[in-house]
């Protein structure tokens, strides 16, 4: 008998190996034709949204079909409208003053890293992503999403079979175990980690590059001058999406004591119940497991299956389930990231206590994450925007849609980065941009220093300043046009210059042998 271990240690290096024979020839396609792939990729996830949904929630029991449905929605059409036009490959930027050119280089093999609570829309927006910027990427699935992400990947394996490019781009692990996941992340080339606290940190501790986004446990304040119909319509419609699986979905409710009683009686005209006594002890213990971590349990489920769990009677039409909360830390479970129908509420005075309050909550669990405001006063919220420890404010928007892009303009993405406070690479919502680097080629701007003699006809010349007009660097990327390479590929040619100074280098010349060493490794 063979260790289970064993065999998903070896499925992940034969994995790797595939996708690394496959990755450098599908890098050398055109921009063009990897647009093609990556179109038909997302339509054919976008065709079959509604059933891998539905085979997301028999897996894991997590979440509504539905709502499901929407992020699938999201992760293929919306992805692929805001990457269509990027440019991913080949020559990117041309700069004729600072006389530098950018051309795009993909890491590689991606691991990707899936969680159990958004398994299907996660692999499908991860795969473009990935293949846009000229990669290949290998999944491990959470074990309880296995199927739903093994379905998933074969969806997109038979567009690229159908685009005449190799299906091992995009794979995924069968047999899912902890050293399996291990061995995949030592091997490949960059890691993408979406998941709990433990994988992100297994991620960053392997020893491969990695992007790994942190928990959000999400404050949502709603200041005296908010709508307070429009803020709580928002906030019910973000924490209920697909039963709150999503990380920056609301996990308590900030506001003042000159409108709680408002806020809270609409909170309960929208379906929010507030829990007392005996019915708040019961869903406190079934909250957690003894570690302190969620309970699987009550996970994505809505509020009458928690109820039902914890054994109490709440009325029919029940949504939220909520708690007033005084304090801030473990031996306050509504304080913490509540993955669910539940949600925390807390009254303070005014928007400075509030900024306090908001930073602790942010501190429990969710710093560099994001967080929600509710008002009109644009002083407050630039003072919030000021000094949060977040990397995305969603301002007078439902916290879960704003976030991954879907009512705000922010990228749309299922991977959210916390950045340095967080304990991530990234503040970005992970685009391809992430996914590769940048090579520079960068041309003498006929400058003279100290390393080199100076010819008598430049002794004028001060030393290290050059006698070109004076350089800008270009961006990264550019999201507009189009560029190829590889057999087909434009040249890299170099920026336009005036004649050669006499006496100095042959600029065209130089050109010539660089586009010819660039050949030879493009």
Known sequence: MVDKDLLSIQEARALVRAARKAQPEFAQLSQERVDEVVKAVAEAAAAQAEVLANLAVEDTGFGRPQDKKIKNILASEKVYACIKDMKTIGVLHSDPVSKVVEIAVPVGVIAGIVPSTNPTSTVIYKSLIALKSGNAIVFTPHPSARNCIAKTVEVIQGALRGCHVSPDLVSSISMPT????????????????????????????????????????????????????????????????????????????????????????????????FLTGEKLEKVKRVMERGNGSMNPAIVGRDALSIAHVAGIDVPAGTRLLISDEKGVGPKYPFSKEKLTALLGFYVVEDWHEACEL?????????????????????????????????????????????????????????????????????????????????????????????????????????????????????????????????????????????????????????????????????
Do not use: W
């Open 178 to 273: 902890i050293e399996g996941t291990n061995e995949l992340m030592k091997v490949s080339d960059l890691i993408l980690a979406t998941g709990g606290p433990g994988i992100v940190k297994a991620a960053y501790s392997s020893g491969t590059p990695a992007l790994g986004v942190g928990a959000g446990n999400v404050p949502a304040y709603i200041e005296r001058s908010a709508d307070i119909e429009d803020a709580v319509s928002k906030i019910m419609s973000s924490k209920t999406f697909d039963n709150g699986t999503i990380c920056a979905s609301e996990q308590s409710i900030v506001t003042e004591s000159c409108i709680a009683d408002k806020v809270r009686a609409t909170l309960e005209a929208q379906g929010g119940y």
């Open 358 to 522: 908001c930073t602790a909550l942010l501190h429990n669990g969710g710093v560099g994450h994001s967080l929600a405001i509710h008002s009109r006063n644009e002083e407050v919220i630039r003072e919030f925007g000021l000094k949060k420890p977040v990397s995305r404010m969603l301002v007078n928007t439902p916290s879960t849609q704003g976030a991954v892009g879907i009512s705000t303009g922010l990228f749309p993405s299922f991977t959210l980065g916390c950045g340095a406070v967080g304990g991530s690479a990234t503040s970005d919502n992970v685009t391809p941009l992430n996914l590769m680097n940048v090579r520079r080629v960068a041309y003498d701007l006929n400058s003279q220093c100290g390393c080199c003699a100076a010819p008598a006809h430049h002794a004028t010349a001060a030393c290290g300043v050059s006698t070109a007009p004076a350089a800008h660097y270009p961006p990264s990327a550019s999201v507009a046009g189009s560029c190829c390479h590889g057999a087909n590929h434009d040249a890299v040619v170099a920026p336009q210059t005036a004649a050669p100074v006499a006496g100095g280098p042959d600029i065209n010349a130089v050109t010539e042998m660089i586009v010819a060493e660039l050949k030879k490794v493009l």
